[in-house]
């Protein structure tokens, strides 16, 4: 409820002291009554206003409140589908690596037994031949290479891969590469 003080103290002093003690407005006598109307449809305009105002922060605060929960609540189900997906993306290079081992494991056994057979075979042959035993184990020689490359691969992208440092001549390896 706004407070008007009417009074016949109208001294500077006398009003400083009545705003002082909370009143909204003071008036000194003789006064006009329009501007006390006018005066007092402005506070009650004013504490109306105040109201309102109250009324629509307190509903914007809690809108915010809502947004602020979803939002979180959102993120944490982004959260966990991101944890889940990690993990499913892990157990898949552990089964692709799993697999690959026993795939390299069941390629290399026949080549090795391939190179070993052509050896022998190098031995027994004439000159003439020797040739096919050579392309024999030159290709073996190459496909095991391959299988090998193969697992380091799978486990450099699992991070199993050993790395080891050597100095190494970059014209040999643009020779070998070309």
């Not at 008036?27 to 109201?51: S, V, W």
């Amino acid at each position: 409820i706004p407070v008007i003080i009417f009074s016949a103290m109208s001294s500077e002093e006398n009003r400083l002291e009545g705003l002082e003690k909370g009143a909204d407005d003071y008036i000194g006598k003789p006064f006009n009554p329009r501007e006390l109307i006018a005066r007092a449809k402005n506070l009650i305009t004013i504490r109306r206003q105040e109201r309102e105002l109250l009324k629509l922060n307190t509903e914007l605060e809690s809108l915010v409140e809502q947004q602020v929960s979803l939002i979180m609540s959102e993120r944490e189900r982004y959260e966990g589908e991101l944890i889940h997906a990690k993990e499913k993306a892990e157990e898949s290079d552990k089964l692709k690596s799993f697999i690959l081992k026993n795939m390299s494991h069941e390629i290399r056994t026949p080549i090795t037994n391939i190179l070993g057979f052509a050896e022998i075979l190098s031995e027994r042959v004439e000159d003439e031949d020797k040739q096919f035993t050579a392309y024999i184990n030159t290709n073996g020689k190459r496909l095991l290479d391959t299988v090998t490359s193969i697992l380091d691969f799978s486990k450099l992208t699992t991070d199993q891969f050993d790395l080891q440092r050597s100095p190494t001549e970059v014209s040999q390896i643009a020779v070998d590469a070309v």
